[in-house]
């Protein structure tokens, strides 16, 4: 069986003030067309199918063209569960009808934790999809147990589904938080990740060898969560200025037995990549300008100049019409700026902290004439303060 893992793809989403919805629509009808060049048994979306729990209209429209095209089209299976971003009622809505179709959704969350069964020629493949949950959520299913932890609550939630799996048959697990199969003393060489992240603690469970694979959700770069069969897929695209140096990509596992997983990449280009650029910000434009390619993409500057721009932002959009911001990267001024403390700002007057700013930001003292608008400045404003 031939499976395809994906996950946060976060429909919706919108990154300083710029709509992905095209970027979004554009890479879902790649991923169609990949689905059918590999001949995929089944596509795996591990949480975070939207970025809001009540997406847009134009949201809702593009998913439910895709999964219509990927369901009913292509007739492939898509199983799906309900990430932190989304909404598990609203997720799991005409759940039992859809199936029929070959659409699982879910969203719920049950103590037995919903089984779908999809047949190959080797056999039956039996996924489990386990949707996004905090502690408070389970706690009815297991009354007179303590589960104050994240941690707790996974790991008695799939206790009782490994007592019941069949070892004779595969066993795939689909589900999103921030996990890794190890004990916390271990955590540092299985994860590069902050230890905590979209409001999930890191768990750890040990559950996860149990498995012959385990589809994640929730960390946006792709990695392995402790073992080579417990992966999460990433996000689609780059969400974020932090995500611009990660390589997003789509995994597709091979199974033909019990045990027998086979890991490989896929990626797709994006319809603008999201960059930062480093330089002065003359040599910015100027790149921008003589380049046949990459000015639409979504650009962030790094300026290394220490003079600022007037009306930077327009400039450089005028050159990079999706430009999502730009700062300056002077170090020494960094620096400087934080060594002040609160205290030593109090003993001075606004000119005097002005003066210091643009010393620690440009390199240079502030002219006669700068210093006397500076003052000038200063003094309607306090003016004006004392009229009101």
Known sequence: MKIIHTADWHIGKTVAEHNLLEDQRYYLEQLALLLAEEKAD???????????SVPSGEAVELVDNILTEIT?????????????????QRLSFG???????????????????????LSDSAGPVNFYLLPYFQPADIRPFFPG???????????????????????????????????AAAEKTESEAVLSSELSVGGSDFICTRYFKEFDYVALGHLHAPQTAGLQTARYSGSLLKYSVDEANQSKKILCIESCAPGDIHISERQIKPLRDLRIIRGSFDDILNTGRNSFDGTDDYIFAELTQSEPELEAMTRLRSVYPNALGLKYVNRTAVAAIQGKSVEMLHHQTPDEIFGDFYREITGEILSPAKQALAELVFREVSEEENRR
């Open 42 to 52: 089944v596509l795996i979306v591990a949480g975070d199918l939207y970025d809001r």
């Open 72 to 88: 009913a089209g292509l007739r492939i299976p898509v199983l799906a569960i309900a990430g932190n971003h989304d909404s598990r």
């Open 95 to 117: 759940g039992k009808l859809l199936q029929k179709q070959g659409l699982f959704l879910v969203g719920s969350l049950q103590k037995e934790i919903q089984k779908v069964i």
């Open 145 to 179: 147990t303590i589960l104050r932890t994240p941690e707790e609550a996974y790991n008695t939630l799939l206790r009782e589904t490994v007592k019941t799996l069949d070892r004779a048959e595969r066993n795939i697990l689909v589900t999103h938080g921030f996990l």
